[in-house]
Antibody
Framework: EVHLLESGGGLVQPGGSLRLSCAASGFTFSTYAMNWVRQAPGKGLEWISGIGGSGGSTYYADSLKGRFTISRDNSKNTLYLQMNSLRADDTAVYYC???????????????WGQGTLVTVSA | EIVMTQSPATLSVSPGERATLSCRASQSVTSNLAWYQQKPGQAPRLLIYGASTRATGIPARFSGSGSGTEFTLTISSLQSEDFAVYYCQQYNNWPLYTFGQGTKLEIK
């Protein structure tokens, strides 16, 4: 059974940094692209970053402007999101999500973690 | 950037009735369109991908249609557990994604 568990959220001051983790189990982690999606309180979903299975390819939403870095450690079955220069509008629940691509067939975000809350406030 | 627009923002429907939710893309996304359901305090759940393919375990009362720029999610006979927020998502330029702003389906 696929299981994704985020951690690392919490309260951080504006301008600070935080690193989120997503521990994966139940599938061959290194063969799947992974994503981070966030949801501000009372708002909709926003895809913010993705990474290929090997970690060699990374992708970001334009809105992040280089402040966030996605990475993965396939030996630990763990996905990361390093967040720097945090602002109040980064306050959100951050989800990791697993996608799947097999040739031309794409199954987007079929599995999600439960999310971790990041609060940016003085 | 592809912009996804959902309508209506809120839909009020009685249990047992049909619900029809719409999603429009600012440019063609062919059939690379997914729908998600999200209940309060929960992570989203994938319902439909490829515009019309139900994800594993999704009941047959959920159906998706459309291609190009116009898409529809239909719930044929609403059950109490179906009242939630629904999001469309395009992945035509995978691995980049864009979500719509969501439609809240509430009990009438």
């Amino acid at each position: 059974e696929v299981h994704l568990l985020e951690s690392g959220g919490g309260l951080v001051q504006p301008g600070g940094s935080l690193r989120l983790s997503c521990a994966a189990s139940g599938f061959t982690f290194s063969t799947y692209a992974m994503n981070w999606v966030r949801q501000a309180p009372g708002k909709g979903l926003e895809w913010i970053s993705g990474i290929g299975g090997s970690g060699g390819s990374t992708y970001y939403a334009d809105s992040l402007k280089g402040r966030f870095t996605i990475s993965r450690d396939n030996s630990k079955n763990t996905l990361y999101l390093q967040m720097n220069s945090l602002r109040a509008d980064d306050t959100a629940v951050y989800y990791c999500a697993k996608g799947e691509k097999n040739g031309l067939l794409i199954i987007p975000m079929g599995y999600w973690g439960q999310g971790t809350l990041v609060t940016v406030s003085a | 950037e592809i912009v996804m627009t959902q309508s209506p923002a809120t839909l009020s429907v009685s249990p047992g009735e049909r619900a029809t939710l719409s999603c429009r893309a600012s440019q063609s996304v062919t059939s690379n369109l997914a729908w998600y359901q999200q209940k309060p305090g929960q992570a989203p759940r994938l319902l439909i991908y490829g515009a019309s393919t139900r994800a594993t375990g999704i009941p047959a009362r959920f159906s998706g249609s459309g291609s190009g720029t116009e898409f529809t999610l239909t719930i044929s006979s609403l059950q109490s557990e179906d009242f939630a927020v629904y999001y469309c998502q395009q992945y035509n330029n995978w691995p980049l994604y864009t979500f719509g702003q969501g439609t809240k389906l509430e009990i009438k």
